[in-house]
């Protein structure tokens, strides 16, 4: 069973900076896929990075330039940099792995920005 924890939200105020973490459970090798998505109340989730073993790390134009996906393989760990924040930003932020195993969800953890 593969299971991603998120951790590192919380409450910033506009302009700063968060780090957030995923733990994999399994291997990263496992997946060809590792994800970040987002979803604000009243709102669908979104996707707002993401890096694939055979491509470029790719991100929406919303955060391009603030947020930063990386990948510990000799951790099984996922960061997603985040700076500059925006109170736009606001969401619960969520871990996501597609690999030969299946596609994985974390449980989620809320980034709140103040302006």
């Known amino acids: 069973q593969v299971q991603l924890v998120e951790s590192g939200g919380g409450l910033v105020q506009a302009a700063g900076s968060l780090r957030l973490s995923c733990a994999a459970s399994?291997?990263?090798?496992?997946?060809?896929?590792m994800s970040w998505y987002r979803q604000a109340p009243g709102h669908q989730r979104e996707w707002v990075a993401v890096?694939?073993?055979?491509?470029?790390?790719n991100y929406p134009d919303s955060v391009k330039g603030r947020f930063t996906i990386a990948r510990d393989y000799t951790k099984n760990m996922v960061y997603l940099h985040m700076n500059n924040l925006k109170p736009e930003d606001t969401a619960v932020y969520y871990c996501?792995?597609?690999?030969?195993?299946?596609?994985?969800w974390g449980q989620g953890t809320q980034v709140t920005v103040s302006s």
């Open positions: 996501n792995a597609v690999g030969y195993l299946g596609e994985f």
């Open positions: 399994g291997s990263l090798f496992s997946f060809r896929t």
């Open positions: 890096h694939s073993s055979d491509s470029p790390v």
